[in-house]
């Protein structure tokens, strides 16, 4: 097949693969050929059907499988092209009707990863972050509803850990927004439409199941999409760009990482260390969004501590810590290190997906519809999802 790139707004690129007529031609043959193993017609054994009969009484499947290869091939070219690096999502695959003995001509639209420079995020103007204290007054009000207690001593150590916990992340919390927000106003760059408006999606679902809502046509769901489309438009900006700072600066997630996550996760779910950790083990789409929570708050930790210019206690619980059967697992759940390409772009916000978009015909029926479908792992057997993820 030949491929010509042709660049359109922003992010988006359309592809267009040309095919001689002899890999068409290939290409029904093997379709006919893979229809044949599982036919049954009366009077052959399977796979021994001539070509006539298979056509007669599978024509339909045949054409379902025969569309099925070119995708398959069209979707393998466009990834050994641009090395796999920076495609973030199919957004649309056209394939025309076409006669066995013709030349045929597909078009691809892709979006990529966005290009852009970082700004200089070593001279951050930040709040200053004091260490906070706590008065033995809050330590009263957190233990007036505990009653008597034998070993009192220990209580109001745990009750003055917590408050000194709570009102450090406070504290962290003000100087990490002032961070994100120095840093989108600092760099802009166009963001791949496709992403933004399936994020703004799942935000939409997110709230259309805890408020119980209805959305009865599409007017109604474009209404209730503009709600969240600037909300996903700059969580994107965010995950892009703190994937470029992580990137640039090395920084890694340990298995330490993981267990401070989990342990500050179970304090603010009231889910225990172990039931988090069971449920990251079974469920691959949320070790992902793990691994991006956990990355993207060390590049925070560490665009604070540089331009604060001290070291930044992170309030971590003092029993943070599993059995040493349970930290082996822990260790098996950190992201490896691969090799990459000087030019491979790949986010870990906004994964590569080489056939998570289903063509047309397939979004039609999606239930909020006109979106490809950029976020279930499980879309395709043959690719990763694209799961650009919201702002922690």
């Keep these: ?35 044949r193993k599982l036919a049954k017609i009366p009077g052959f054994r399977p796979g021994k059907a001539p070509d006539v009969l298979i056509l007669q009484r599978q024509k339909d499947v045949v054409d379902r499988k025969f569309r099925s290869i070119l995708r398959e091939q069209a979707l393998r070219h466009v990834n050994f092209f641009h090395g796999g690096g920076n495609i973030l999502a199919i957004v649309d695959v056209e394939i025309p009707e076409v006669a066995i003995d013709e030349a045929l001509v597909i078009s691809i639209a892709i979006d990529v990863s966005p290009e852009f420079e970082l700004p200089d995020y070593n001279h951050i103007p930040l709040p200053t972050l004091v260490e906070p204290e706590v008065s033995n007054w809050e330590i009263d009000e957190q233990l007036r509803e505990v009653g008597n207690d034998k070993d009192v001593k220990k209580l109001q150590e745990n009750a003055r850990a917590e408050i000194y916990r709570q009102k450090m992340f406070e504290r962290i919390k003000k100087c990490q927004d002032a961070i994100l927000e120095f840093l989108c106003a600092s760099v802009d760059f166009p963001l791949p439409e496709s ?11 997110q709230n259309i199941r805890k408020m119980d809502m209805h959305i009865s046509d599409e007017a109604e769901l474009e209404e209730a999409l503009n709600l969240y489309i600037s909300e996903a438009r700059r969580s994107l900006k965010v995950d892009f760009i703190l994937e470029a700072i992580a990137k640039k600066e090395a920084i890694t997630i340990t298995s330490n990482d993981l267990v401070v996550y989990l342990f500050t996760q179970a304090g603010v779910s009231d889910v225990s260390p172990e039931v988090l950790l069971r449920k990251i083990k079974k ?9 991006k929570d956990c990355l993207a708050y060390k590049v925070i930790i560490t665009l604070l501590e540089r331009n604060s210019h001290q070291k930044t206690p992170i309030p971590t619980p003092d029993d943070a810590s599993f059995p040493a059967e349970e930290e082996e697992s822990i260790s098996m759940l950190v992201p490896k290190q691969k090799l990459r390409r000087s030019d491979d772009t790949t986010s870990k916000f906004a994964r590569p997906c080489l056939d998570s978009c289903d063509c047309r015909e397939a979004r039609n029926e999606s239930r909020l519809s006109c979106t490809p479908n950029v976020s279930p792992a499980d879309s395709s057997d043959e690719s990763n999802d694209v799961s650009a993820a919201k702002q922690f």
């Design 283 to 291: 469920d691959e789409k949320l070790l992902r969004k793990v691994h």
């Design 1 to 35: 097949m030949k491929i010509e790139i042709g660049k359109t707004d922003g992010t988006r690129r359309i592809i267009t693969l040309s095919a001689e007529a002899s890999e068409v031609a290939a290409m029904r043959r093997r379709a006919i050929d893979e229809v």
């Design 195 to 205: 992403i933004v408006r399936a994020n703004a999606i799942a935000l939409l679902e």
